[in-house]
């Protein structure tokens, strides 16, 4: 089995669903799997509800409501076509579970509400796909992939997704089935993160024994910096799983970070490729020690925080101390991009990605002296140069560097 990720900047318009289907009767419609994210930007929209939801007591779903109709529109000449039925009944079914709820939990309503963007994406996909006569299996990967209760970052329960995915999924037919969403054992939705379909691929590929997962993107591959932003940069015609995982992990976001373990474990190549042309040969992310750029990799993450922690009495800051430190980062769903320590104080380059930051530094404040540094920049270089870590400084306020043989770490201010 093949499987196929298609993520929102592919189906961000009726054209762009027209150019999946002429992709899947190229490259073949048996034998498939088809893990597609919300279209376009629907993911940030539903976000905006959900903060409307809790912050002002809003309904308000015409952004998100409009954008799609526009687009089954556009798809389907026939305005009885029973795919606007369905979208009616989504919307119905969101608005009900937002009047109706009763949880103070954001995380829990947030996971709840943000997977209506994939399942409806899905839903106007595998109409128009039986619309032009290519049988397709829809399936909600909900019943599926199953996770724990960690809402809006859950961690797959392998065994049970392992036993639901080969006893739903068969071979020689096609399926399409939604990315990012999981449940609880209750059945309630959970997200993988967000970003998180090119993860859901790689589980559904594993759990199938895939031979290959090709993820679709708006880039021709995995370049050795991202090419929005670096106009320079040159795309990586292969390399391999670990260099991936690291490129992933330092924030290079065209491939989630978790992605790449589970193909790894079953070495099934994954090859990120242009959904504008299909005669471009993309990257191949592979087995292979020696597949490593010859270039040196720039990673650029911006919006963190840089937090010094120290002890409120001037002594050594040591094991205990951060201990007590990660067991609230932990609880904070803090992510930690890098660490440096000093005799009395302890730095730490953190991601403030659910939002809970504030609550972080009040609980940090009991027990330590903090400071902190709002909106700096993380520069990762991978196979670093001299003269490559020299350029990054030009013009900017390093506040704190670390230099391996692999790997080299800036953080910035720029707006100094
Ligand atoms: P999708 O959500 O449609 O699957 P993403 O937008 O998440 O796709 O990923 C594609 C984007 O990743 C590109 O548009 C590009 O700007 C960005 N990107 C970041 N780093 C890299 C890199 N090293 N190589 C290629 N693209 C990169
Ligand atoms: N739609 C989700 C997001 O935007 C998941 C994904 O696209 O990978 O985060
Ligand atoms: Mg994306």
Redesign the pocket.
Known sequence: MIIFKF????VKEAAGVKNMVEILKKTGTKDKLIVV?AMGKTTNALELVIQNYFEFNKIDLTEVKNFHAQIAQNLFANTNHPIFATLNQYWKELTSFLEENSSQDYDFVYDQVIGFGELISTAIISAYLNSEEIKNNWIDARKLIKTDTTYRDAQVNWEITQKNINHHIKPNELFITQGFIASTTNNCTTTLGR?G??YSAAIFAYCLNAKEVS?W???S????????IFKDSIQLNQINYNEAIE?AFYG???IHPKTIQPLQRKEIPLVVRSFYDLTLPGTKVSNGPKIVPQVPCFIVKDDLILLSIATKDFSFFVEQNMSEVFALFHAFQTKVDLIQNSAISFSVVIDNKFKKFDLLIENLQKRFRVSFNKGVKLYTLRHATPEAIKATEKDKVVLLKQVTRETAQLVVHENL
């Open positions: 993520g929102g900047a592919s994210s970003e379909s090119d993820i993107k708006d880039v591959g995995v370049y050795n910096a991202d090419p929005r490129l290079a976001s065209v």
